[in-house]
């Protein structure tokens, strides 16, 4: 009983979904428009689990003194400090949302303006950082397909930062000299051929870039356009496919219960 | 050699400090260079432009302030563009972070303009369950928002009155760091037609390519560089043209340095065979 309830609530949803999507007129418009205000009004208690679950697993380890327990005590006083915080403003202002509360220190939305954002905000920057280490310390063109990925990075970035000749012209030179240096390095671990096509590549294109520098911004434009509207595209739409494909064979088999991983974990 | 193999593995925090500084420098001196802009933003530009004033737009906030730097200035562009135009707002989102982050910047270019709440533009807040939500407001959306973001009923809102369901939105625009823009997309374009454009992190824009070429989605910013280009078109500087000299040079250094790690690496490598 346990496992089957949960098998013909899913066959039956999934199914009214399918059909609705194809015949859309009563009654199956409105049994439509129900069963999703029901999804979203699951999907809020949720949520309301997922806290529940959060607050239980940070009070277990803060009692126990688990490895890390004061990072626990720093969730459960931002969890209820938040929640304390929107109530008192709920009952100051009649909303926790009151732009005014953001004038005011422990208001919901100064918590939010001078706790949340900057603390996001700074966890996010810091990506910045560890992508330009990462950038100098593990980006190697020693072989080809990692000089083929390198090379379509530094050419959707210089049709990124190409706000102006200087930045362009700077980037395609750095580029330029990236495909010679690649193709000197073939050459000392006697691979001829491509160690020439390479510096031959690297000096057309370093050539091209000073000679036509006034075009350098456009150009810059539409190969990052071409790199991101074609071969960019093209492995995309590939991957999209795949998953949607995926995507539907997994529908299937949840509406006939084939599927039944999310009933229980066996 | 030894100074190779000391540039080849540098301290990574010589790297943050460096970098560190290439970002601060742009952004405390002024650089105006005038971008170039692309066709997915021209045709953002174009299809908020081309707008009967009165029609209604959607602006959702699916971003939060961990890409507030990219998102942000897209949003202020595109409200700014609204307004100008005499568009309707409706902001809703699906990241219940980040819609404080919408709120200011339509309150702002409000302000600029003299519009007032309910009569030009509403915040109808979060509701859970993204997909159900953007299937449900094709048939009506009062199932899901009956009342806005302080909990005042949306029939009490003029603008709102004739507002049922994707036939009376002239077009919607998606801030996104996710997968939203894509959800949209499926949803509300695939099932009920709905106009849309996506406004997006760089890193996100990629994915979205294949929905533009086949004019799924109208137009799109990606990252920054397409809020500094959306800008240029508003000829109204703001924040992505204050971000992007200091975007131009953090990219110009990480260039730079694949170069320079690639180069050391090189010469460490062959100086190795060869004492082998």
Known sequence: ???????????????????????????????????LIWASIIGGFAALLGIDNLIKHHLSK??????????????????????????VTWIIYGTPLALLSGLKVGGFLWVYNWIIVPLQGTMFSLLAFFIASAAYRAFRARTFDALLLMSAAILV???????????????????????VTSGVYRLFLRKLAAGIILIVIGLAVGVLAVVYRGMMV??????????????????????????????????????????????SST | MGFLKWLAKIDRRIIFLVLALVVLVPLLVKIPIPPKVSEPVENAYRAIDTLR??????????????????????????????????????????????????QIAIEEAAARHGKTYGTDYVNLGYRPNPITVIVGIGREIRDFYGADYQGVPVDSFPMMRDVHNYDDIAALVSFAHGTMVEIWIEYAWGRFGEQIIGGVTGVVAPNLYPYLQSKQLVGLLGGLKGASEYESLLERPGLGSKGMPAQTTAHLLIILFILVGTVADFIVDVYTRRKK
């Open chain 1, 1 to 35: 009983m346990k496992r089957r309830v949960p098998l013909v609530i899913t066959f039956l949803a999934g199914v009214i979904i399918v059909v609705t999507f194809f015949i859309p007129h009563e009654p199956f418009g409105s049994l439509e428009q129900r069963l």
């Open chain 1, 62 to 87: 803060l009692f126990r003194r688990e490895r890390g327990w004061f990072y626990s005590l720093v969730t459960l006083v931002g969890i209820f400090g938040t929640l304390a915080s929107g109530i």
């Open chain 1, 157 to 179: 970035m210089l049709g990124h930062l190409s706000i102006g000749l200087v930045p362009a012209l700077v980037g395609a030179l750095l580029f330029a000299l990236l495909l």
């Open chain 1, 218 to 263: 456009d150009l810059a434009i539409q190969v990052k356009e071409w790199v991101m509207g074609f071969p960019q595209l093209a492995a995309r739409r590939g991957i999209l496919i795949g998953l949607v494909l995926g995507g539907i064979a997994m529908s299937v088999r949840l509406i006939l219960g084939i599927e039944r991983t999310y009933i």
């Open chain 2, 53 to 102: 004033p009165g029609s209604v737009v959607v602006l959702s906030v699916d971003y939060d302030a961990t890409s507030a730097p990219e998102c942000q200035p897209m949003m202020e562009a595109i409200a700014e563009h609204a307004f100008r135009r005499g568009l309707k707002i409706i902001l809703l989102g699906h990241l219940v972070t980040g819609l404080p982050l919408g």
